[in-house]
Each structure stands twice: as structure tokens, then as C-alpha cells.
């Protein structure tokens, strides 16, 4: 090489370029380069400039695979609150019985009919929260079925595209590239 010779022949050190390996720069006696991994060192056998997009793609799998987890907690999340509200709902259910039943009681006893109407409205009011709660379970169950099909969904699209990445021997392109498009 042109630069090289030039180089020993005047007695100075070589430049540092971005085609040189951290070896080279090292031994040249310039000032280490950082390398290509966004701050984290190069494998020792790798060469720098393919060593970053090894790293890279290994924090795309660790995202991908991240990704998928959280969506399938979210999805038992969502099911726990749906059986939550469902417990609830059976328990409000049978206080709204058991309020029902002491004003029966209590109308047989000769207590003023304010007290047992009032016993059979709070009866009423429970009943209607329970529609709400119904729709409440619902919503969470359909919201767990969601995450399900979003983490089922996103390992269809993306994981033969992650596989073939960790599994193939090919640079891939750096993700400034794909950020431009």
C-alpha cells in the first residue's frame, strides 16, 4: 500500500481511517477509534466494522423476543382482571340477594316499608353495577384475545426475518439505512 510505505518512509505514523481495523489504528500509535456498536467494544475476531452490526442484531432479537414477552403478559394481565371482575361480579351478585332476602325479612317483621324499600333500591343498585362490571370482564377478556393475536401476529411477521438474521452469515445493512427509508 501507497499510504503505508509513504508513511515508514517519512518516519510518521499512519492516519487513522475508517477502513482500518482497531489493530491497525492501535499499532499505527494514533489514538484508539471507538467502534462501530454505538460505544461497546468490537469482538477481538471480528473485524470492527462487522462486530457493531453483530451487536445490533443481537439487541434486535433481544427486542423481538422482549416485544413478544410483554405482549403475552400483558395478555395473562388482561385475563386475571377479567376473572377479578368476574369473582365480583358473582359476590356483588350475591349480596344484592342477600340484602334482598333481609328485606323480605324484615317486611314480615312489621318494619317500616322506607327501610325495606331502601334495602330493595341498594338491592337495585348492585344489579346495575353489575352490568357494568359484566361489560368491564368482557372488555378485558377481548382485550387479553387482543395481545394474544398482536404477540401471535408479530412473531409471524417478524420472526423468520429475525431468525434468518441471527441464523445467516450476511452483513446486514446498518439501521441508518433502513431509518431513510
Given at each position: 500500500?501507497?499510504?503505508?510505505?509513504?508513511?515508514?518512509?517519512?518516519?510518521?505514523?499512519?492516519?487513522?481511517?475508517?477502513?482500518?481495523?482497531?489493530?491497525?489504528?492501535?499499532?499505527?500509535?494514533?489514538?484508539?477509534?471507538?467502534?462501530?456498536?454505538?460505544?461497546?467494544?468490537?469482538?477481538?475476531?471480528?473485524?470492527?466494522?462487522?462486530?457493531?452490526?453483530?451487536?445490533?442484531?443481537?439487541?434486535?432479537?433481544?427486542?423481538?423476543?422482549?416485544?413478544?414477552?410483554?405482549?403475552?403478559?400483558?395478555?395473562?394481565?388482561?385475563?386475571?382482571?377479567?376473572?377479578?371482575?368476574?369473582?365480583?361480579?358473582?359476590?356483588?351478585?350475591?349480596?344484592?340477594?342477600?340484602?334482598?332476602?333481609?328485606?323480605?325479612?324484615?317486611?314480615?317483621?312489621?318494619?317500616?316499608?322506607?327501610?325495606?324499600?331502601?334495602?330493595?333500591?341498594?338491592?337495585?343498585?348492585?344489579?346495575?353495577?353489575?352490568?357494568?362490571?359484566?361489560?368491564?370482564?368482557?372488555?378485558?377478556?377481548?382485550m387479553s384475545t387482543e395481545?394474544?393475536?398482536?404477540?401471535?401476529?408479530?412473531?409471524?411477521?417478524?420472526?423468520?426475518?429475525?431468525?434468518?438474521?441471527?441464523?445467516?452469515?450476511?452483513?446486514?445493512?446498518?439501521?441508518?439505512?433502513?431509518?431513510?427509508?
Open positions: 500500500m501507497s499510504t503505508e510505505s509513504e508513511a515508514s518512509e517519512s518516519g510518521g505514523a499512519i492516519e487513522p481511517t475508517n477502513v482500518q481495523s482497531n489493530a491497525e489504528v492501535i499499532a499505527s500509535g494514533a489514538a484508539d477509534l471507538p467502534g462501530t456498536g454505538e460505544g461497546l467494544d468490537a469482538a477481538a475476531d471480528l473485524p470492527a466494522e462487522r462486530s457493531g452490526r453483530i451487536v445490533d442484531v443481537i439487541a434486535d432479537a433481544m427486542t423481538f423476543m422482549l416485544v413478544i414477552a410483554r405482549l403475552g403478559i400483558a395478555a395473562v394481565a388482561m385475563r386475571l382482571l377479567s376473572q377479578a371482575v368476574k369473582g365480583a361480579y358473582s359476590y356483588v351478585e350475591d349480596c344484592a340477594q342477600t340484602v334482598d332476602g333481609l328485606a323480605d325479612v324484615a317486611a314480615t317483621l312489621a318494619v317500616d316499608d322506607s327501610v325495606t324499600s331502601a334495602h330493595h333500591d341498594a338491592a337495585a343498585t348492585m344489579r346495575e353495577s353489575l352490568a357494568l362490571a359484566d361489560a368491564l370482564a368482557a372488555e378485558a377478556a377481548e395481545f394474544d393475536n398482536a404477540a401471535r401476529d408479530h412473531e409471524t411477521d417478524y420472526g423468520d426475518v429475525n431468525e434468518a438474521m441471527q441464523a445467516g452469515p450476511y452483513d446486514v445493512a446498518e439501521r441508518e439505512w433502513y431509518s431513510n427509508r
